[in-house]
Protein backbone atom coordinates (compact mmCIF):
# COMPACT_ATOMS: atom_id res chain seq x y z
CA UNK A 1 0.00 0.00 0.00
CA UNK A 2 1.75 3.38 -1.36
CA UNK A 3 -0.28 6.04 0.98
CA UNK A 4 0.84 9.37 -0.28
CA UNK A 5 2.93 9.45 -2.91
CA UNK A 6 4.69 13.10 -3.83
CA UNK A 7 7.24 13.74 -6.59
CA UNK A 8 9.73 14.84 -7.35
CA UNK A 9 11.58 14.84 -3.60
CA UNK A 10 13.76 17.91 -4.53
CA UNK A 11 13.66 20.33 -7.14
CA UNK A 12 15.70 23.75 -8.24
CA UNK A 13 14.19 26.22 -10.16
CA UNK A 14 14.83 29.42 -11.22
CA UNK A 15 12.96 33.04 -10.38
CA UNK A 16 9.96 33.32 -12.89
CA UNK A 17 9.92 29.09 -14.01
CA UNK A 18 6.72 27.03 -13.47
CA UNK A 19 6.84 23.24 -12.14
CA UNK A 20 4.19 21.10 -10.83
CA UNK A 21 4.61 18.92 -7.46
CA UNK A 22 2.43 15.88 -8.22
CA UNK A 23 0.85 14.19 -5.55
CA UNK A 24 -1.26 10.93 -5.82
CA UNK A 25 -2.99 8.65 -3.01
CA UNK A 26 -4.68 5.46 -3.19
CA UNK A 27 -6.68 5.19 -0.14
CA UNK A 28 -9.54 6.27 -1.97
CA UNK A 29 -9.67 9.45 0.44
CA UNK A 30 -12.04 12.70 -0.91
CA UNK A 31 -10.02 15.19 1.42
CA UNK A 32 -6.64 15.99 -0.24
CA UNK A 33 -4.21 19.44 0.48
CA UNK A 34 -1.19 20.97 0.30
CA UNK A 35 0.95 22.56 3.12
CA UNK A 36 4.21 24.20 3.44
CA UNK A 37 6.69 23.99 6.21
CA UNK A 38 9.24 26.77 6.83
CA UNK A 39 10.94 26.87 10.19
CA UNK A 40 9.91 28.97 12.80
CA UNK A 41 6.00 29.44 10.44
CA UNK A 42 4.99 25.49 11.55
CA UNK A 43 2.56 23.73 8.47
CA UNK A 44 0.49 26.49 6.61
CA UNK A 45 -2.32 25.21 4.62
CA UNK A 46 -2.24 26.26 0.89
CA UNK A 47 -4.99 24.77 -0.67
CA UNK A 48 -7.18 21.62 -0.04
CA UNK A 49 -10.08 19.63 -1.86
CA UNK A 50 -13.21 17.58 -0.53
CA UNK A 51 -13.33 15.35 -3.50
CA UNK A 52 -12.86 15.73 -7.39
CA UNK A 53 -13.72 18.82 -9.10
CA UNK A 54 -13.89 20.67 -5.77
CA UNK A 55 -10.91 22.67 -4.20
CA UNK A 56 -10.60 25.89 -1.75
CA UNK A 57 -7.80 27.88 -0.80
CA UNK A 58 -6.02 27.69 2.69
CA UNK A 59 -4.07 30.08 4.64
CA UNK A 60 -1.71 30.87 2.06
CA UNK A 61 -3.26 30.43 -1.76
CA UNK A 62 -1.16 33.08 -3.05
CA UNK A 63 1.01 31.92 -6.01
CA UNK A 64 -0.66 28.48 -6.16
CA UNK A 65 -3.08 26.78 -8.15
CA UNK A 66 -4.33 23.36 -7.52
CA UNK A 67 -7.05 21.15 -9.25
CA UNK A 68 -8.86 18.10 -8.98
CA UNK A 69 -10.17 16.09 -11.62
CA UNK A 70 -10.06 12.56 -10.21
CA UNK A 71 -9.71 11.60 -6.37
CA UNK A 72 -6.48 10.21 -6.84
CA UNK A 73 -4.27 13.11 -7.91
CA UNK A 74 -4.26 16.56 -6.27
CA UNK A 75 -1.16 18.43 -8.31
CA UNK A 76 0.70 22.35 -7.21
CA UNK A 77 1.08 24.26 -9.53
CA UNK A 78 3.71 27.19 -9.67
CA UNK A 79 2.96 29.03 -11.99
CA UNK A 80 5.86 32.22 -11.68
CA UNK A 81 7.89 30.69 -8.69
CA UNK A 82 9.79 33.27 -6.31
CA UNK A 83 12.43 33.06 -4.06
CA UNK A 84 9.56 33.12 -1.13
CA UNK A 85 8.24 29.82 -2.20
CA UNK A 86 11.58 27.87 -1.25
CA UNK A 87 10.20 25.58 1.53
CA UNK A 88 9.22 22.09 1.88
CA UNK A 89 5.58 21.23 0.44
CA UNK A 90 3.66 18.27 2.08
CA UNK A 91 0.51 17.00 0.21
CA UNK A 92 -1.45 15.15 2.65
CA UNK A 93 -5.29 13.13 2.49
CA UNK A 94 -7.68 11.96 5.07
CA UNK A 95 -11.07 10.25 4.88
CA UNK A 96 -13.05 12.49 6.64
CA UNK A 97 -11.15 15.19 8.10
CA UNK A 98 -14.50 17.05 9.72
CA UNK A 99 -14.73 13.39 12.07
CA UNK A 100 -11.52 13.67 13.19
CA UNK A 101 -10.04 11.79 10.45
CA UNK A 102 -6.45 10.73 10.30
CA UNK A 103 -4.41 12.92 8.22
CA UNK A 104 -2.18 10.84 6.33
CA UNK A 105 1.44 12.53 4.96
CA UNK A 106 3.54 12.39 1.74
CA UNK A 107 7.42 12.55 2.38
CA UNK A 108 7.43 16.16 1.20
CA UNK A 109 8.93 17.91 -1.63
CA UNK A 110 11.91 20.38 -1.13
CA UNK A 111 11.95 22.94 -3.70
CA UNK A 112 14.76 25.96 -3.67
CA UNK A 113 14.06 28.63 -5.82
CA UNK A 114 16.90 30.95 -6.71
CA UNK B 1 -8.60 32.71 10.95
CA UNK B 2 -7.31 30.16 13.04
CA UNK B 3 -4.41 30.92 15.11
CA UNK B 4 -2.37 28.31 16.96
CA UNK B 5 0.82 28.73 18.67
CA UNK B 6 3.35 26.29 20.60
CA UNK B 7 6.81 27.34 22.03
CA UNK B 8 9.27 26.00 19.41
CA UNK B 9 11.60 24.17 21.82
CA UNK B 10 12.21 21.87 25.04
CA UNK B 11 14.84 20.05 26.06
CA UNK B 12 14.28 17.18 29.03
CA UNK B 13 16.79 14.28 30.40
CA UNK B 14 15.13 10.94 29.24
CA UNK B 15 13.27 8.79 31.78
CA UNK B 16 11.38 12.40 32.73
CA UNK B 17 8.32 13.91 31.79
CA UNK B 18 8.11 16.31 28.70
CA UNK B 19 4.58 18.64 28.75
CA UNK B 20 4.12 20.32 25.10
CA UNK B 21 1.80 23.18 25.47
CA UNK B 22 -0.08 24.79 22.78
CA UNK B 23 -2.89 27.33 22.79
CA UNK B 24 -5.45 28.21 19.84
CA UNK B 25 -8.08 30.62 18.94
CA UNK B 26 -10.85 28.87 17.28
CA UNK B 27 -12.84 27.31 19.82
CA UNK B 28 -15.24 26.11 16.65
CA UNK B 29 -13.10 22.87 16.37
CA UNK B 30 -14.25 19.83 17.42
CA UNK B 31 -11.83 17.74 17.81
CA UNK B 32 -7.43 18.85 18.58
CA UNK B 33 -4.66 16.56 17.45
CA UNK B 34 -1.27 16.46 18.03
CA UNK B 35 0.90 15.11 15.16
CA UNK B 36 4.46 14.17 15.28
CA UNK B 37 7.76 14.57 12.88
CA UNK B 38 10.38 12.58 12.64
CA UNK B 39 13.49 13.67 10.56
CA UNK B 40 13.39 14.03 7.02
CA UNK B 41 9.55 12.66 6.82
CA UNK B 42 5.95 13.50 6.89
CA UNK B 43 3.68 14.16 9.93
CA UNK B 44 1.90 11.31 11.84
CA UNK B 45 -0.88 11.32 14.06
CA UNK B 46 0.05 10.91 17.50
CA UNK B 47 -3.24 11.07 19.41
CA UNK B 48 -6.49 13.09 19.24
CA UNK B 49 -9.17 14.25 21.80
CA UNK B 50 -12.72 15.87 21.06
CA UNK B 51 -14.13 19.16 22.24
CA UNK B 52 -16.22 17.91 24.94
CA UNK B 53 -13.53 15.99 26.75
CA UNK B 54 -11.10 17.32 29.00
CA UNK B 55 -8.29 14.22 28.95
CA UNK B 56 -7.36 11.48 27.05
CA UNK B 57 -4.95 9.06 28.19
CA UNK B 58 -2.72 6.34 25.85
CA UNK B 59 -0.02 4.63 27.14
CA UNK B 60 2.59 7.17 27.76
CA UNK B 61 0.61 10.01 26.37
CA UNK B 62 -1.68 12.59 28.55
CA UNK B 63 -3.64 15.24 26.91
CA UNK B 64 -5.41 17.87 28.74
CA UNK B 65 -7.57 20.41 27.26
CA UNK B 66 -8.26 23.71 28.80
CA UNK B 67 -11.64 24.87 26.67
CA UNK B 68 -12.35 28.12 29.19
CA UNK B 69 -8.08 29.27 28.49
CA UNK B 70 -8.07 27.63 24.85
CA UNK B 71 -4.74 25.62 25.81
CA UNK B 72 -3.88 21.80 24.86
CA UNK B 73 -1.22 19.59 26.23
CA UNK B 74 0.42 16.75 25.60
CA UNK B 75 2.42 15.05 28.62
CA UNK B 76 4.52 12.25 27.32
CA UNK B 77 5.80 9.87 30.49
CA UNK B 78 9.02 8.30 30.74
CA UNK B 79 10.52 10.05 27.43
CA UNK B 80 12.55 8.28 25.04
CA UNK B 81 15.34 9.55 22.82
CA UNK B 82 13.51 8.03 20.03
CA UNK B 83 10.39 10.82 21.17
CA UNK B 84 12.53 13.46 20.02
CA UNK B 85 11.17 15.16 16.92
CA UNK B 86 8.64 18.19 16.21
CA UNK B 87 5.20 17.88 17.83
CA UNK B 88 2.14 19.65 15.93
CA UNK B 89 -0.81 20.67 17.66
CA UNK B 90 -4.07 21.89 15.65
CA UNK B 91 -7.60 21.91 15.31
CA UNK B 92 -10.19 20.65 12.58
CA UNK B 93 -13.45 19.35 12.18
CA UNK B 94 -16.67 21.94 12.95
CA UNK B 95 -17.88 23.70 10.46
CA UNK B 96 -14.83 24.09 8.07
CA UNK B 97 -12.66 20.97 6.41
CA UNK B 98 -9.56 23.00 7.15
CA UNK B 99 -6.80 21.32 9.66
CA UNK B 100 -4.80 23.84 10.98
CA UNK B 101 -1.53 23.48 12.35
CA UNK B 102 0.54 25.45 15.12
CA UNK B 103 3.75 26.11 14.82
CA UNK B 104 5.36 22.91 15.89
CA UNK B 105 7.83 22.26 19.37
CA UNK B 106 11.22 20.96 18.95
CA UNK B 107 11.72 18.14 21.36
CA UNK B 108 14.97 16.96 22.56
CA UNK B 109 15.76 14.26 24.27
CA UNK B 110 19.41 14.25 26.43
CA UNK B 111 20.62 10.69 27.43
Request: hydrophobic content about 30%; some cysteine.
Amino acid sequence: NAGVTQTPKFQVLKTGQSMTLQCAQDMNHEYMSWYRQDPGMGLRLIHYSVGAGITDQGEVPNGYNVSRSTTEDFPLRLLSAAPSQTSVYFCASSYSPRDAGELFFGEGSRLTVL
Amino acid sequence: GEDVEQSLFLSVREGDSSVINCTYTDSSSTYLYWYKQEPGAGLQLLTYIFSNMDMKQDQRLTVLLNKKDKHLSLRIADTQTGDSAIYFCGGGGGATNKLIFGTGTLLAVQP
